[in-house]
């Protein structure tokens, strides 16, 4: 949907998304998978940065 200003003018804002009530059992496992991701992600970046440091002798190869 577009709208038009006063003036003339396309608004360059996005519509709003509807609402979406979550019930507790849906949030508990959205936040669950979240933690679970974050926690394989910091993982494999110690797991990245060792094998830099193993390799090049640098934490971060070409700044340090």
């Given at each position: ?45 110690i797991i990245a ?15 340090f």
């Amino acid at each position: 949907m577009t709208v038009i200003t006063e003036y003339g003018k396309q608004n360059i804002f996005a519509t709003e998304p509807p609402i979406e009530i979550m019930n507790q059992e849906e949030e508990n496992f959205i936040m669950h998978n979240a933690e679970e991701l974050n926690g394989r992600v910091a993982m494999l970046g110690i797991i990245a940065a060792l094998g830099a440091y193993v390799t090049t002798g640098q934490i971060i190869p070409g700044i340090f």
